[in-house]
């Protein structure tokens, strides 16, 4: 089946610094992909749609300066955290989907992301 | 305006016993809703999904959910829960503009012994 790969799968960073997040599709093309982040003990937010070769669309209250997704390929998402802060602390989820609007998506495991 | 209510935050069923997960959506259109389950600090699996045709669908590990549109509901059954299916479950919907899900608030499954 179809594989989505997130890396890191956790990761601690210090305030102020940038944290780049990957998410591949390892044996489809994701034309496109979404960004969620999930707070603990709370349901998945999308932050973002991207499609590839085209600038990211960002939900409503999500700052693009600050989360910058990059979608160059056909395989490879990017999700960078810049100048992160102990409140972007979070468990982000990446998806892929491939083809057309219908298609099924498919989840990464995730990313910890702590900052402190 | 598109969104997904999941009642129950939290639901203890004994093991073996049967249960019912309540899921409730608001979308102008046909929808498309899923089932996904998450294991702690894990991604999503995909339980089922409901697209059209047959009301009742069948998923992974003994699940089904029913579509009741005069209810607007996409319940999750199973007839007897394992130990295994305690897990946080979220019910969903997909926006057939963009494909992007919308996701209810979650329901936290105990399993007692």
């Known amino acids: 089946g179809a594989v989505v790969s997130q890396h890191p799968s956790w990761v601690i960073c210090k305030s102020g610094t940038s944290v780049k997040i990957e998410c591949r599709s390892l044996d489809f093309q994701a034309t496109t992909m979404f960004w969620y982040r999930q707070f603990p003990k709370q349901s998945l937010m999308l932050m973002a749609t991207?499609?590839?070769?085209?600038?990211?669309?960002?939900e409503q209250g999500v700052e693009k300066d600050k989360f910058l997704i990059n979608h160059a390929s056909l395989t490879l998402s990017t999700l960078t955290v810049t100048s992160a802060h102990p409140e972007d602390s979070s468990f982000y989820i990446c998806?892929?989907?491939?083809?057309?609007?219908?298609?099924?998506?498919?989840f990464g495991n995730g990313t910890r992301l702590t900052v402190t | 305006a598109q969104s997904v209510t999941q009642p129950d935050i939290h639901i203890t069923v004994s093991e073996g016993a049967s249960l019912e997960l309540r899921c409730n959506y608001s979308y102008g259109a046909t929808p498309y809703l899923f089932w996904y389950v998450q294991s702690p600090g894990q991604g999503l699996q995909l339980l089922l999904k409901?697209?059209?045709?047959?009301?009742l669908v069948q998923g992974i590990k003994g699940f089904e959910a029913e579509f009741k549109r005069s209810q607007s509901s996409f319940n999750l059954r199973k007839p007897s829960v394992h130990w295994s299916d305690a897990a946080e479950y979220f019910c969903?919907?997909?926006?057939?503009?963009?494909?992007?899900?919308?996701f209810g608030q979650g329901t936290e499954l105990s399993v007692k012994p």
């Open positions: 991207s499609n590839e070769g085209s600038k990211a669309t960002y």
């Open positions: 969903a919907l997909r926006n057939n503009q963009g494909g992007k899900l919308i």
């Open positions: 998806s892929a989907q491939a083809g057309q609007v219908n298609s099924p998506l498919h």
């Open positions: 409901y697209f059209s045709g047959d009301t």
